[in-house]
């Protein structure tokens, strides 16, 4: 089973020791302090949260065919392996996917699936509630949590640290550079899955339609004299 290695956004890891990207790229170029080998949860439909992403406004930046292509890696499960849709990088190998979701998540876990070969990305960078970010704002900025790309063609699931990921309403993925740099200059992405709860998201405070306390200069009552006028069409 395949080995999904993961970061939290203070690089705490299980096993201590340090380890580069292979690259020199993404997250600043540093060593990453802590390495996990965790098994990945059992990936598969359950507790998916597909349905409660806002398909229609997930967006690629530095996507080859434009920003609206980002949505083509948001697929039922039915539909994971279907490598005819995909979103891939145009101008180098970064790539950011912005998913914002319909109600208030907590999120257990993410799938991705990509490649083949030099086209997986290294690693992703995931930022909670960051909906603004773009490549600049991601290359300073500290992660939520990150992870180690397995390199392979399969789906790998990725479990988050839960706690991290409670009451999320938008996800940033940050995917700093692939795996075959500076050989391949794209990476592609087929598929990216969630799991884990849901809630409505409280409405806002709608717009009070009667007055907490009249203000006499509100209401002036007309006198019989004002009546008059009116009638005399003053």
Known sequence: MDCANEHDGNGNGGN??????????????????????????????????YGQIDVLHVVGLNARDGAEVGEKVIKPWSEREDESKYCESEA?????????????????????????????????????????????DCEGATPTQ????????????????????????????????NISDPNEDTTRIFYVGLRGTHQAIPPRPGVILYESAARPQDHKVRTKSDAARYQHGF
């Open 16 to 49: 201590h020791h340090q380890h580069g990207n292979g690259n020199g790229r993404g997250n600043g170029g540093h060593g990453h302090e802590g390495h996990s080998h965790d098994v990945p949860l059992e990936a598969g439909p359950q507790d998916s949260l």
């Open 92 to 136: 180098d190998d970064t790539l950011i996917l912005k998913i914002p979701f319909l109600s208030s998540v907590s999120i257990r876990s993410i799938s991705i699936k990509a490649g083949p070969l030099g086209f997986t990305p290294a690693s992703v960078q995931i930022f909670r509630d960051r909906p603004e970010m773009d490549f600049s």
């Open 146 to 177: 990150y992870f180690d790309i397995v390199p392979n063609r399969q789906i790998v699931e990725y479990q988050v640290k839960a706690a991290k990921f409670t009451g999320v309403t938008s996800l940033t993925l940050f995917f700093p550079c």
